[in-house]
């Protein structure tokens, strides 16, 4: 309570010396079956967040609160299925973010604390739905051809003095730097190329035990991860077009990764597509996605885990109905199978119907 209050008294604040600000609520409600052999599952799950965005002197300050779990299927759905038990409120986001412009068609930005990682054109490394904790900033020159170069440093997670694990007390970074080349083709059509690449400097034992159960080799002792089998430095390359002739979105998005630091150079690919008018009130939008993450291209805790993790290959489809702009229908199929043999991980499919509103 004493933390709600704070934040509390932090938003009034705010919302007291901006110049401008606004929030955005998030609001979902969808039935989740999901079939793999001893880890079925049929639930209803809730989306309920709360993000307030404001600006001052140029300054941009978010932050966000969004329904959370001890053991969460998705970072941004929460179980409906124990009644008994009780649901936290966690904090998702809270950031600075300030841009200077260089020059005429020059910019650099910089955003520091918990921010969205919009700089990842794929699931293969990251987990959209993830917003690291650190610091990004960026360099943008152009405008109709657009050159971004950036570079991020994120706290991944404490690791304790364990005399068991020959352990020193310290802390997991990741380290990231890329670029995104943009072109603008006509008034309906953009493209972009990109390159980004982590390096994940001494992940913890406890990054390893929250991942093994995900795809990830790991080293154990006493029934515990003590480590990962591999190190990582993967780097995905992506490019993407996508056009929206008569307001009609067609885009097509391909992805392919490796693990430069495995022995085995672990890679993943990822390929999208979407068609139809999305966030358009009396309209459809159809998604299909590709996908393949060997075992070790990435700390698999980091991953979407409604993909699987890593040691995954399938395919998902989604076709949404929007009721109004903001509000919309869905249902999904995905199936994921494992790529290698894990008694810890099998086959699996899920199907959703789903319902969210986003303002």
């Not at 007291?16 to 409600?29: D, I, K, M």
């Not at 053991?71 to 038990?85: I, K, N, Q, Y």
């Not at 998702?92 to 650099?108: D, I, M, Y």
């Not at 022995?263 to 009396?282: A, C, I, V």
Request: proline letters at 3%.
């Amino acid at each position: 309570m004493p933390t709600l209050n704070l934040i509390v008294g932090l938003l009034i604040t705010q919302a007291s010396v901006a110049e401008t600000w606004e929030l955005r609520p998030e609001l979902g409600l969808r039935y989740r079956e999901s079939f793999e052999t001893e880890k079925d599952e049929s639930v209803l799950e809730l989306k309920a967040g709360l993000n307030f965005f404001s600006e001052w002197q140029k300054w941009r300050f978010g932050l966000g609160l969004r329904a959370s779990e001890a053991e969460p299927h998705s970072l941004s759905w929460v179980r409906l299925a124990d009644g008994f038990g009780q649901k936290s409120l966690g904090l998702s986001q809270g950031f600075l973010n300030r841009a200077w412009e260089l020059g005429e068609l020059s910019s650099f930005e910089i955003f520091l604390g918990k921010f969205p990682l919009s700089s990842m054109a794929s699931p293969l490394l990251w987990d959209p739905q993830r917003n690291p904790e650190g610091l990004l900033q960026q360099l943008a020159w152009g405008e109709r051809f657009e050159l971004r170069l950036y570079a991020g440093q994120f706290s991944l997670s404490p690791q304790a003095a364990d005399i068991r694990f020959n352990q020193q007390r310290r802390r997991s970074w990741s380290f990231l730097a890329g670029f995104e080349l943009g072109a603008q083709f006509g008034d309906f059509t953009r493209g972009s190329l990109s390159a980004t690449g982590f390096w994940q400097h001494q992940p913890s034992s406890a990054l390893a035990d929250a991942s093994v159960a995900s795809g990830n080799r790991v080293q154990l002792e006493e029934d515990q991860a003590s480590g990962f089998e591999e190190n990582f430095a993967p780097i995905e390359v992506a490019l993407s077009v996508a056009s929206h002739p008569f307001g009609i979105l067609t885009e097509l998005r391909a992805a392919a990764a490796l693990n430069l630091r495995s022995e085995q150079k672990d890679r993943g690919f990822y390929l999208e597509g979407k068609l139809g008018r999305p966030n358009t009130k009396s309209n459809f939008l159809f998604a299909a996605q590709l996908f393949s993450i060997e075992s070790d291209l990435q700390i698999a805790s980091l991953l979407d885990q409604e993909l699987g993790g890593t040691n995954r290959r399938g395919f998902r489809v989604e076709l949404s109905y929007f009721i109004l702009d903001e509000l919309s229908l869905w249902a999904s199929f995905q199936r994921a199978n494992r790529i290698r043999q894990n008694l810890l991980q099998n086959d699996r499919q899920e199907w959703i119907l789903g319902c969210e509103l986003k303002l």
